[in-house]
């Protein structure tokens, strides 16, 4: 079946440094993929997803590209700020079942002055 | 603008005991509808989805039932807690499509005791 891997749990960054977060998944079509962000005490919200046409998303100075050949999607922001706090979520969503959305283990980015 | 309510904020239950969750969605006609659990620290499982009115899918089974008797309205429930029950649970939202995005509500705090 479908499934998302995301390697980091814990990522902690001082402010300024670039942040990586990993996504790599398994499906049996071609998918589609989102990163959703949540902050302390908030609901999840959409922060990214895949373009059919290849573009890369970019959103409040993130951005993910995704690799059909690495079956990745990393999510990337080259200055971290400490609003950037929260637990972020790789998903996936294969096409055609939109009614089914499977969820990574997710990624706590701490961001420390 | 489309609203998505959940109730109650947080429940405190006896192991046992029944327990009901419920969240409306306002200004948007038939909308897909998802029930999400967070286990303290975890990934986002869902848990059931719904298309349309009176028709609802289980994803994982954990001795919980779903049921979607209005357009806007869906239910969570369950004759007995357990207490691996304990966790947040989220409401979402979505138009359907596999590329759409998510809106989930401010959730439920579930704790079994």
């Known amino acids: 079946g479908d499934s998302v891997t995301q390697t980091e749990g814990l990522v902690t960054l001082t402010e300024g440094l670039p942040v990586m977060l990993n996504c790599t998944y398994q499906?049996?079509?071609?998918?589609?993929l989102f990163w959703y962000v949540q902050h302390l005490n908030e609901a999840p919200k959409l922060l990214l997803k895949?373009?059919?046409?290849?573009k890369r998303p970019e959103h409040q100075g993130f951005h993910a590209t995704l690799h059909k050949s690495s079956s990745s999607f990393h999510l990337q922001k080259s200055s971290a700020q400490l609003s950037d706090s929260a637990l972020y979520y790789c998903?996936?969503?294969?096409?055609?079942?939109?009614?089914?959305?499977?969820f990574g283990k997710g990624a706590k980015l701490t961001v420390s002055p | 603008a489309q609203t998505i309510h959940q109730w109650p904020v947080a429940e405190i239950k006896a192991v046992g005991s029944p327990l009901s969750l419920g969240c409306t969605i306002k200004?948007?006609?038939?909308?897909?509808l998802y029930w999400y659990w967070q286990a303290t620290g975890g990934t986002l499982q869902q848990l059931f989805y719904?298309?349309?009115?009176?028709?609802v899918e289980s994803v994982v089974q954990l001795n919980l039932s779903a049921s979607r008797p209005k357009d806007d309205q869906f239910i969570l429930s369950t004759e007995k807690l357990l207490l691996s029950h304990s966790g947040f649970y989220l409401c979402a939202w979505s138009l359907g499509g596999e590329n759409e995005r998510l809106f989930f509500g401010h959730g439920t705090k579930l704790s079994v005791l």
């Open positions: 998903a996936l969503s294969e096409q055609g079942t939109g009614s089914k959305l499977s």
């Open positions: 719904s298309i349309t009115v009176g028709q």
């Open positions: 895949s373009f059919t046409d290849n």
């Open positions: 200004g948007k006609s038939s909308p897909n």
């Open positions: 499906s049996t079509y071609s998918p589609f």
